[in-house]
């Protein structure tokens, strides 16, 4: 789907998307409503008026600013709504308004508060995650989308009780937890939508990143004399974006490259 009228309406939704998850980011891993009280400046708490409240646009015209007190906004309301916006256009632009695009685009939508909750809190919310396995199974059900409802249910199956496994090993292993139980509900959602094989490489996927990032953080940390903790839920976002654009590709490459 190429059409520049439905891509603008795409990147329009988009952004809207991504001024509501700055509210969801904020204050869903603090437990505070989502509806009330209305968007205020954490300084001043002056509410902040629907013409601030365009993405994107208003952060400009403030020049990042709270129009009241002055104080500073921070760079990642604006990188929210472009980056949800941003990941909307692309779902469509390459599988069209489809069931595969819809679901491309929902799940990139979801994939932006869980990246930037569990990169700041640690913390996978029940609400981002739990609902979505049976929404994902449900599609696969009616539609097919990415897999058949058999390849959905033994994803999810396959991608909660890997990481259930992983986790319980973790403990076993280091005393303490090696995964959080978001991690295991997050894998079951992805593995509901995309399938068991894609779940696969998306592990692979987030493994190698995390181990390539938690090392060099380690050896920085190390100068400093710091102990490194590296949530594991950002590897599986980017590791899943993979995987929905470039998954069929590379698994197509694998099975040629060992088939005799």
Known sequence: MHDPLYLTFVLLFGLAFG?????????????MSLLRPPSHCPKCDNLIKSYDNIPILSFLILRGKCRH???SISWRYPAVEALTGVLAVVAIYHFGFTIKGIEAALLSLLFVPIFFIDMEHWIIPDSLDLPWILVGLALAFVSGGFVGW????IGAVVGGGLFFLIMQLGKVAFKK???GFGDVKFAAMLGAFLGGWKLLLIILLASFLGSVVGVTLIISSNKKGKPTYVPF??????AALIAIYFGDSIIGAYLNLIRP
């Open 69 to 71: 007190c002055k104080a």
């Open 233 to 238: 839920g950002p590897f599986l976002v980017i």
């Open 150 to 153: 058999k390849g959905a249910l």
């Open 177 to 179: 937890e090696a995964m």
């Open 19 to 31: 001024s509501f998850f700055n509210v969801v980011i904020y204050r869903l891993p603090n437990g």
